[in-house]
């Protein structure tokens, strides 16, 4: 999909290891991309680091999305794309926390286009980003209950009274 | 051979016809209908082609759509209404003039359809009263014809009192509107 720049990503992870030491949890290499796994504490300023380094210069969030893996540990996730359009080099940053603290530090500091896509997690995952400015639903109805894209939300909507597990298979 | 819409029952004579008010009004409501069209998905492409040439809704009095509710007496909901839709088809429904008629055209708008799901409304009757429904996924138009002309039945027989009624009132209320 992209061209693999073996150098800027064994560059990026010399830089993010030397700086951040053992909140660098893991790395690898799927899709075209490599991507690292962080400390949850540390996620703001590896995304910072790899916003303001020179060499670097990862200045455009691609996308942001929350993920839910509900039998590990640290259920809720995050993954961030960044690009960088000094080197056209992208890398995936992923960030994980657990069910009873679905927080993550708010990347509208770095990135304004952040403030949608937060916006977003939280109202499909429930992830809270502390620091966004006005972290409301975005997509669903106001006064919605729950969070859909969550592995343990029914996809049926729950207010028919027709349809039961006999004809329709719920 | 064209022909007209019959005249109500009455009494006529040379150069005069009695009817009532109620059955002269009824008729000419029925036959000059203008539908207001809240297309939102495959239902509403069946409609354009509803109202063109091959099918001509023109011929049931019913070729001027109407794109503000406040000049409409027809709402058709063609397609599946989003629960965030809902609030803005209440809101156009309430902001038509009495009387006013509703068309639900296609499963989903009728039931939610195949999207059983979370965020779709499982059927527009849960927030605006609904007078005809037309089946289907989508309806052919020669379905949507005749969802028109149960309507036309309804609006031709319709009471010149029943939109004072008290049932009227309690059935607008069922659906917290006025």
Same mark, same amino acid.
């Given at each position: 999909m992209f061209t693999v720049k073996e150098a800027l990503d064994t560059l990026t992870l010399q830089q993010l290891s030397h700086e951040f030491g053992d909140s660098i949890?893991? &790395?690898?290499?799927?899709?075209?991309?490599?991507?690292?796994?962080? %400390?949850?504490?540390?996620?703001?300023?590896?995304? #910072?680091?790899?916003?303001?380094?020179?060499?670097?210069?990862? #200045?455009?969030?691609?996308? !942001?999305?929350?993920? &839910?893996?509900?039998?590990?540990? +640290?259920?809720?996730?995050?993954?961030?794309?960044?690009?960088?359009?000094? @080197? @056209? &080099?992208? /890398?995936?940053?992923?960030?994980?926390?657990?069910?009873?603290?679905? &927080?993550?530090?708010?990347?509208?500091?770095?990135?304004?286009?952040?403030?949608?896509? =937060?916006? =977003?997690?939280?109202?499909?995952?429930?992830?809270?980003?502390?620091?966004?400015?006005?972290?409301?639903? /975005? !997509? @669903?109805?106001?006064?919605? %209950?729950?969070?859909?894209?969550? +592995?343990?939300?029914?996809? %049926?909507?729950?207010? #028919? %009274?027709? +349809?039961?597990?006999?004809?329709?298979?719920? | 051979m064209i022909e007209f819409a019959k005249a109500p029952d009455g009494y006529s004579g040379k150069g005069f016809f009695v009817t009532s008010f109620e059955k002269a009004i009824g008729l000419a409501r029925k036959n000059s209908l203008w539908p207001l069209p809240f297309a939102t998905s495959c239902c509403g492409i069946e409609f354009m082609a509803t109202m063109g040439a091959t099918y001509d809704l023109a011929r049931f009095g019913s070729e001027r759509l109407s794109f503000s509710p406040r000049q409409s007496d027809l709402l058709m909901v063609m397609g599946t209404i989003a629960k965030k839709m809902g609030p803005v088809l209440k809101e156009v429904y309430i902001q038509m003039a009495e009387p006013k008629w509703v068309l639900s055209v296609g499963a989903c708008a009728s039931s939610g359809g195949i999207f059983d799901t979370y965020s779709v409304l499982q059927g527009i009757d849960r927030i605006i009263p609904v007078d005809v429904y037309v089946p289907g996924c989508p309806p052919r138009p020669e379905q949507i014809i005749d969802g028109i002309l149960k309507i036309q039945e309804l609006v031709g027989k319709e009471s010149l009192r029943r939109r004072h009624s008290p049932e009227y009132e309690a059935l607008l209320n069922q659906y917290d509107i006025e």
């Open positions: 949890l893991a &790395h690898e290499f799927s899709y075209d991309m490599m991507s690292i796994t962080v %400390e949850k504490e540390a996620f703001l300023a590896v995304i #910072r680091h790899l916003y303001e380094d020179h060499n670097l210069a990862f #200045r455009f969030l691609t996308t !942001l999305c929350g993920m &839910h893996y509900p039998d590990k540990e +640290k259920a809720l996730g995050l993954v961030v794309h960044l690009h960088s359009f000094t @080197n @056209n &080099h992208r /890398i995936r940053i992923k960030v994980f926390t657990t069910d009873a603290d679905p &927080h993550f530090p708010s990347l509208t500091s770095l990135f304004p286009t952040a403030n949608w896509m =937060e916006r =977003e997690t939280w109202d499909f995952f429930g992830i809270v980003f502390d620091g966004h400015p006005g972290l409301t639903r /975005i !997509l @669903n109805i106001d006064d919605f %209950e729950g969070f859909p894209l969550r +592995k343990d939300f029914p996809l %049926e909507d729950q207010t #028919r %009274e027709d +349809k039961d597990d006999t004809m329709f298979g719920r | -």
